[in-house]
DNA sequence: CTGGGGATGGGGCCC
DNA sequence: CGGGCCCCATCCCCA
């Protein structure tokens, strides 16, 4: 479901809060990691550049273009299309066009042999010789396989691997409460719980909210048929938790 | 128990 | 290659 083909998931329900990392990070500090952002990796780097935001100068970075954008978002409301859910629940048809990277085919595309490793130290690990390399890659078009030494997450880009790497180094830190963020996006939006900013507002009421996800949750409580439905008895639900929620306890013995 | 909001994580895409 | 943004997913909490 997640459209995670670049990484292996070894953990499938592994739930990234702060107190796992806490876990998985050997040299994380117990709560925030406030300063904490000596890793030799180089991937705390942001941390240097101006991360560590005065809430003044927080602009309103996601504030929504226009009305059109946000009309654009509840779009979908529209649901001229009946989004039977039973396998492809997530994806939505028509608004994930163009940018759903979902896989073609169901399986994904997997198919590389990890041979070239290379650890979150950043220092390039073992790269197969050229010849090696090309009877490898006439085969199974192996790629190289990049390994978190934080956790058992493998990567098949060094970028996707940096990215990764950030949720274990947090390096952008909230000056107001020290909590620490992979990103500077989400610090902004923790921002917005500070200072109580709702950018996104819906067009059908007046509900307000600080983050774009969150007002397309809602806007599904406005739609008459909503996105996910049960297989079994064709009700509609909001969110995805709330079908399963639904199928698991009762309605449908079925699976989802 | 159900529905919904708040908050957050993470991978992909585009520039 | 990195930053910014998008979208999805999920957990927690509350009414």
Known sequence: MPRSFLVKKYFAKQKPNYSELECQNDSSPKRYPVAELSSADGSATCFTTGLLWDLSVIPALYLPTSESELSATSAPLDLSSPCSLSSSASSSGEEDEGRSSDPPSPEPVHTYTPRQRMKCTGVMA???????????????????????????????????????????????????????FSRPWLLRGHIRTHTGERPFSCPHCNRAFADRSNLRAHLQTHAEVKKYQCGVCSRTFSRMSLLQKHSSSGCCSTSV
Do not use: D, Q, W
Not at 153 to 179: D, F, N, Q, W
């Open 126 to 180: 073992h790269i197969n010789p050229p010849e090696e390399e090309e009877r490898e890659t006439h085969v199974t078009a192996a790629r190289p396989a990049f390994l978190c030494k934080h956790c058992p997450k493998e990567y098949t880009s060094l970028g996707a691997l940096k990215m990764h790497i950030r949720s274990h180094t947090l390096p952008c830190v909230c000056t107001t409460c020290g909590k620490a």
